[in-house]
């Protein structure tokens, strides 16, 4: 099981004291590892279970991806997920309609919000673009209430602009 105390195996000692330095630590950690992967199901993948290793307090960390119109699960850590939203619905399909991050302190309070892990509480959901193209969503859920704040939505979203670098070349063939 997941031990959010702990620092992912295979990341340098380095220690963050807050939060946009653990940000800033991640991104480079993050970058690193995907460099010279061109596989786009590889690279989320590693970047899945990345974040989810050196964030803590998640239950869960992963991709949607667009495909035919609609969110299609793509690799994550966590408990099963829904495999599709629809554009619209949920957090996930908001944040993907609307191209804006969207952070959520209380599931329960946000109208539609798809209920893929009852343990979920909180959700962090930044919206994946390239050239203009939207790909699909990063989306982050915790059992703890009000678990994401800007700190953590801004070092999300530095993230996630690593993370469509290394996918969009495959992905917008």
């Not at 899945?48 to 495909?67: C, E, K, M, T, V």
């Amino acid at each position: 099981m997941h031990d959010p105390t702990k620092a992912a195996p295979w990341m340098p000692s380095w220690q963050a004291t807050d939060k946009p330095e653990l940000y800033r630590g991640l991104a480079a950690e993050l970058d690193a590892l995907l460099t010279g992967e061109p596989d786009a199901v590889a690279n989320a993948a590693n970047a899945a279970a990345a974040i989810y290793n050196s964030l803590p307090d998640l239950n869960w960390a992963g991709f949607y991806f667009l495909r035919g119109g609609e969110l299609v699960l793509g690799p994550f850590q966590g408990q099963p997920a829904c495999v599709r939203i629809a554009l619209g619905k949920g957090v996930c399909g908001t944040a993907a309609t609307e191209r804006r991050s969207v952070l959520v302190p209380d599931v329960e309070a946000f109208p539609g919000h798809i209920a893929c892990d009852s343990a979920s509480r909180s959700e962090l959901v930044i919206p994946l673009i390239a050239d203009g193209r939207l790909l699909g969503v990063l989306d982050l859920d915790s059992p703890s209430l009000a678990r994401f704040d800007a700190a953590d939505q801004a070092g999300c979203e530095a993230l996630a602009a690593i993370v469509v670098r290394h996918l969009a070349p495959s992905m917008l063939d």
